[in-house]
């Protein structure tokens, strides 16, 4: 954690425990994200603003996580994605920062889409940046910095960049087409990523008040 914060990156939470926040009760959201706030903020000597629920699992059936992260002093979350998938997504959701919960409420900063044919396509990563040709993630992030004139909110996993990692026994055939398709071509595209674009902290494209 201090060799994150010594470097210059920002230091946010992703939970604690790594349940969706859609499994739990309010109790144990409420819980789960004030232990990994406290022990990120012991261990890495800074406050710690931002939040992503893991599977991006806030959405209208556990809205009352927003006014949980509010309390426990998250000043925004990414935890929103506006598209369609079988695990997650809140579809109708705006594209771009917004407060849910009002002028005064945390501020929630959506993974990039690009709205094509009548759906949210997803661009912000994840599987999707391996599955899809590089060209393609290339164009929905250029195309949404100059039509939207917009920054883009971008993720990965450390695993993706270990196509040496185990393979587990017994995942279904979706599973592992998911975790495993193209890791072995992660390193490449993040540093042609990196080439093609400008990147900075999220704190400081998105809170430059702050």
């Not at 196509?163 to 592992?176: K, N, S, V, W």
């Amino acid at each position: 954690m201090r060799r994150i914060v010594d470097n210059g990156h920002e230091l946010a939470s992703h939970g604690y425990g790594h349940q969706r926040a859609s499994d739990l009760t309010p109790a144990e959201f409420r819980a789960d994200i004030v232990r990994a706030k406290r022990i990120l903020e012991d261990l890495g000597g800074v406050a710690v603003r931002g939040y992503r629920a893991p599977s991006f699992s806030i959405n209208q059936a556990n809205w009352w996580a927003v006014e949980e992260l509010e309390n426990a002093g998250y000043v925004y979350s990414s935890s929103i994605y506006p598209v369609r998938h079988d695990h997650y997504g809140m579809p109708d959701a705006p594209r771009f920062p917004h407060r849910p919960n009002g002028a005064d409420g945390i501020l929630e900063l959506p993974p990039t889409t690009l709205p094509l044919l009548g759906r949210n396509l997803p661009a912000a990563g994840g599987g999707w940046f391996r599955l899809l040709p590089y060209a393609m993630s290339r164009w929905m992030l250029r195309r949404v910095n100059r039509q939207d004139r917009a920054p883009c909110m971008f993720y990965f996993h450390p695993w993706e960049l270990d196509p040496g990692q185990p393979r587990q026994p017994g995942l279904p055939a979706r599973t592992r087409f998911r975790h495993y398709v193209n890791l072995q071509r992660m390193p490449d595209r993040l540093r042609r990523l990196l080439d093609d674009f400008e990147w900075d902290r999220v704190d400081r494209v998105f809170l430059p008040a702050h």
